[in-house]
């Protein structure tokens, strides 16, 4: 299991990178091992506002659907329209395939660290 | 297996209509096709042949035992079938005194259906269980709506329930309230009573519910939502348990479906079609819907029409078949079959719940799972080698590899001692040879497909190469 | 009595006992004493096979089955080859269920993917899902799939069937949404009328083809009108007509849905009945119901599988954009194998047929004075008269074993002719209603 320490983390375990006018989302690699084989992900609009703790979008899977919760509140400014012809990215590099680009985003304080992610996910078993 | 557009010949047809008797009439150029449909091309034998392949790689309860929870797959009378054929020529819209047969038909039903189920008035018109429930739950929404009570806004529903029910409740404009159940998979009444308040406008539950266990503080839930000023809607899905020897009315519900494709025999049609009669007391009977065309504006509607009337009428079959003694026989021994199959399986599975069942009983197989890696799902499809097919898999969620089986009460004994045997066997082998059992199966027409690629890049059509 | 309980008496005395009971009121001990039913329903005994068989009987008897019918209105008597009555009463496909087990169906699979192909070459859409349960119900979840957080007025036409439109009404009414019936003028949807309704809170419009009078509307024209105003369009058709008529994907349509009932399945006093539904592929994720897609096993062999299952109830619950979790799996595999059998040649033929049969019954009708058609315009096979004595036409029609058009509005009867009926039932009716008006 990863956990790169270049960006941070939420307990929904979603990732996010932030240059602080511009964060970065993506779901986590003990993410999409729990949800084993994405087949379909479901984005939200560019414009679409998006607030901190709750669902912007859903990722299925063959038997099963999860929430996307956002770690951060703000306005989307774009989404990653790969993932609707290859939803199986998000399975082979979590990291390296972002899912939506939130603009002026708040609420980054309550992110976790790499480490203080990868504590609390072994915490969760 | 070829699809029939593959054994398609340009030119070839069955001869069915002669040449038209009157003079052509135009359509006018704006409003025609440009090209033909690729419909198959093909001669009667080409048919008869082609669906008889289809049919060969089905399994219908002629085939064997069809345990699967929460369906009652039970025996199809053929005699509903040919009574049925009676009705087909009927047009629905004929006048009312020339099908008076028909009307005779929906009321004699409907009179057996009301005392089975303890309820004053019904309808017909919901083609499915689910569209039952869409129903009954608008009959809750139009009596808060009809007494101006704009407060209620929520559903209970336990955390058991079919997925139809929450996703009934939202489509009533309803908030669904999801209680736990409590460890016996009853519900936890302390739970219901903390959830309970001005805002409920009702409870959705099963009873026995999805666990095959039949809630002994029934008359108690009821009256806590009664009190609360919600209503109590009965999803009749596992009604074959108790009908005839107890009745939702009784129970303290106010208005019910029932699926007359599962308890009340008619077939199930690989998916279709059924008919979700809907039971309610008499101060909900002005919000059942009906027809606009056929009785005028003034009432909701969930269909065209009255209903699946052939339906009905297989189902009024079976019941005048069954009479008074016949029902609660049916229930009876539904009860006797699944609680006789879980003692003879107790030994090797784990009942989820260790006490007396009704008709469906659940197994956990975590366990096995974690002593052989063999999990719920591969003995599933390890039974499919044995020709019988598999239970209800991962039903209700609130059980962890579970399977649920339920008999019906048309199996013989010798069938439930065989499919013991067989499932006795299966435990064995995930000890000896579980990997056998991750491949399964091994010989039916295909192995287990690749669900991940179906889902990723549809392919939901033929297209001709 | 009739019972299918194959156990004996002493067979269940000594399953009982096996499970250390000795009475059935043991074995439901969780029943409560106060709803407990200690004696038998109030229901008349049970009967054995031929007593039922008469019984039944005598009711179907104080039916009439009409010879002719020259009656629609959303219920179409079209021809049902001997062996589309055949093949859907095989044991298999009568009494399987849902094909969860794809191991164990692939006959069933295969049915519907053909038949989802041929309702997709019928419509000239992308997708089909497997089947709802009829028309009325398919306009509803249709126009459900065109909802979204901005736009969630759904407009329909006045000229649509009655019991669609309430429908449709019915479950706005359950998700709080608003209707909005669109005026009829000359006995079709008035686009000036629709043009003033459309705005930026219009999820979709739905117009019937042809409509519940037999016209054909202007389709393409309407669609343009929705697409402009960036609404979704939605047409409802008849199945026998897109043997002959533009499809609802060249009208500009994004869903096209209808009746299936006039393939291959009888009138029935109402059901069961057919609901089809198909869209373009960006609205794939959308359609609701159960839909079966192609896959390969681990052999590589061909396989279909039911799919897309992560829009379903059982697994979305109230997130779900429908709580709908079966189909009208043996109507589809029924109206799969009429097309089959009626192939593109013999769908076209009965299309013809019964619009040919409808002008010339009009044209003998229209002839006779004081009828008159109630609209101008072209239709299909169904239209209405105005005419007098309008009950003594039906009661006439009706003794000579023959059912009259619909009575609508004050003096109108809306006729429908399909391909079953002859010339000479056709001459006789007209006979029958000129003889009653020169009375």
């Not at chain 2, 009439?25 to 419909?39: G, H, I, N, Q, W």
Request: hydrophobic share 40%; glycine share 8%; charged share 20%.
């Amino acid at each position: 299991m990863l956990y790169p320490d270049d960006r941070m983390y939420s307990k929904s375990h979603e990732w996010v990178k932030t240059d602080g006018a511009t964060a970065v989302i993506g779901i986590s690699d003990y993410a999409q091992d729990a949800l084993g084989d994405v087949v379909f992900v479901n984005l939200p609009g560019e414009g679409d506002e998006v607030s901190m703790g709750e669902a912007f979008g859903d990722v299925e899977s063959v038997k099963a659907v999860s929430d996307l919760i956002s770690p951060v509140s703000g306005t989307v400014s774009a989404v990653n329209e790969e993932l609707l012809d290859a939803p199986e990215n998000l399975n082979k590099d979590p990291y390296d395939n972002w899912i939506i680009k939130v603009d002026d985003p708040t609420g980054t304080e309550e992110l976790l660290s790499a480490a203080d992610y990868e504590a609390f996910c072994a915490s969760e078993g | 297996m070829k699809l029939i557009f593959e054994k398609s010949v340009p030119g070839r047809r069955c001869a069915i209509l002669p040449p038209c008797d009157v003079p052509a009439a135009e359509l006018p150029e704006a409003l025609r096709r440009s090209s033909a449909p690729a419909l198959p091309e093909v001669g009667e034998t080409d048919v008869s042949r082609h669906y008889t392949q289809l049919c060969q790689q089905v399994h219908g309860v002629n085939c064997g035992f069809y345990p699967l929870g929460s369906c009652t797959m039970k025996y199809n009378p053929r005699i509903d079938e040919e009574m049925a054929a009676l009705f087909t020529g009927v047009h629905p819209l004929a006048p009312a005194r020339s099908k008076e047969g028909c009307q005779e038909v929906l009321d004699t039903a409907k009179q057996y259906l009301c005392e089975i189920s303890g309820m004053d008035d019904m309808t017909f018109q919901p083609a499915a269980g689910a569209h039952g429930e869409f129903t009954g739950v608008l009959l809750i929404r139009q009596y808060h709506d009809a007494r101006g009570d704009k407060a209620r806004t929520k559903i209970i529903v336990p955390d058991s329930a079919h997925g139809t029910n929450p996703a009934t409740a939202a489509m009533c404009g309803y908030e669904v309230v999801n209680i736990d159940s409590a460890p016996d998979g009853c519900v936890d009444l302390e739970k219901l009573k903390a959830a309970l308040g001005p805002d409920t406008a009702g409870l959705m539950l099963t009873n026995p519910n999805t666990v095959g266990l039949f809630d002994q503080n029934i008359l108690e839930i009821t009256r806590l939502v009664h009190e609360a000023g919600g209503l109590c809607y009965y999803d009749g899905a596992n009604l074959n348990a108790v009908m005839g020897v107890a009745r939702p009315g009784d129970m303290g519900f106010d208005c019910t479906h029932m699926n007359l494709h599962k308890t009340f025999a008619t077939p199930h049609g690989g998916g279709g079609p059924g008919a979700g009669a809907v039971g309610c007391k008499a101060f909900l009977a002005p919000y059942l819907p009906h027809s606009a065309l056929m009785e005028g504006p003034g009432h909701l509607q969930v269909r065209s029409f009255g209903g699946n009337f052939l339906v009905v009428v297989r189902a009024l079959t079976y019941l005048l078949t069954l009479g008074a003694e016949g029902i609660p026989e049916a229930a009876q021994n539904a009860v006797l079959n699944a609680n006789y199959l879980m003692k003879a399986l107790s030994g090797t599975f784990t009942p989820a719940y260790d006490r007396l069942c009704m008709h469906e009983f659940v197994l956990d197989l975590s366990e096995l799972k974690k002593e052989t890696g063999v999990s719920a799902l591969d003995v599933a499809k390890s039974l499919i080698d044995c020709g019988i097919h598999p239970p209800t898999m991962y039903f209700p969620m609130i059980v962890h590899e579970a399977l649920m089986l339920e008999p019906t009460e048309t199996e013989s004994r010798e069938t439930l001692d065989e499919a013991a045997a067989v499932l006795r066997k299966l435990y064995a082998m995930a000890h000896e040879d579980a990997e056998a059992m991750h491949t399964a199966p091994h010989t039916a027409p295909i192995g287990r497909p690749d669900e991940v690629k179906a889902a990723r890049h549809p392919v939901l059509r033929y297209k001709a190469p | 009595m009739g019972s299918y309980v194959p156990s004996t008496p002493a067979q269940r005395q000594e399953m009982l006992r096996t499970l250390g009971l000795s009475s059935w009121r043991e074995l439901y001990r969780d029943v409560p004493p106060d709803m407990y039913l200690d004696g038998l329903l109030h229901l008349p005994h049970g009967m054995s096979e031929l007593e039922v068989s008469r019984a039944v009987s005598a009711m179907a008897a104080k039916n009439r089955v009409y010879a002719t019918v020259l009656r629609g209105a959303g219920a179409y008597d079209d021809y049902i080859p001997a062996i589309v009555k055949y093949i859907p009463a095989k044991e298999e496909f009568l009494t399987a269920y849902t094909p969860y087990q794809a191991e164990m169906s692939q006959g069933l699979l295969q049915s519907i993917f053909e038949y989802q192909t041929m309702i997709c070459e019928l419509t000239g859409m992308d997708v089909s899902n497997a089947s709802v349960y009829d028309g009325a119900s398919a306009a509803a979840e249709a126009a459900a799939m065109c909802r979204d957080r901005k736009r969630r007025v759904t407009l329909i036409s006045g000229a649509a069937h009655p019991d669609v439109i309430n429908t449709v009404r019915t479950y706005c009414y359950g998700t709080g949404d608003e209707l909005r019936v669109v005026p009829v003028k000359n006995g079709r949807t008035d686009p000036e009328a629709l043009a003033a309704m459309l705005d930026g809170e219009t999820a979709s419009f739905y117009v019937q083809q042809p409509n519940f009078c037999g016209l054909w509307e202007d389709a393409e024209a309407l669609g343009r009108a929705v697409h402009e105003a960036g609404a979704l369009f939605v047409m409802g058709c008849h199945p026998i007509s897109l043997g002959i008529a533009k499809t609802p994907a060249d009208c500009g349509a994004d869903i096209a849905v209808g009746e299936g009932q006039p393939l291959g399945l009888p009138l029935g006093d109402g059901g069961p009945y057919l609901g089809f539904m198909a869209c373009r592929e960006k609205l794939m994720r959308k359609l609701p119901g159960r839909i079966v897609g192609e896959t390969t096993d681990d052999a590589g062999r061909r396989a279909y599988v039911l799919s897309l299952q992560a829009r379903e109830q059982h697994i979305r619950r109230e997130k779900a954009s429908s709580n709908i979790c079966s189909n009208e799996a043996l109507c589809a595999l029924t109206a799969g194998l009429y097309l089959t059998v009626m192939g593109p040649e013999g769908l076209a033929e009965a299309a013809r047929q019964s619009m040919a049969k409808a002008h010339y019954l009009a044209g003998a009708l229209c002839a006779l004075p004081g009828v008159e058609m109630a609209y101008d315009g072209p239709y299909f096979h169904e239209f209405v008269t105005r005419l007098p004595r309008r009950e003594e036409i039906l009661s006439a029609l009706e003794q000579a074993d023959i059912l009259g058009g619909l009575p609508v509005g004050e003096d109108g009867l809306l006729w429908c002719v399909t391909e079953k009926v002859s010339r000479a039932q056709l001459d006789q009716a007209a006979a029958i209603v000129k003889e009653v008006l020169a009375k």
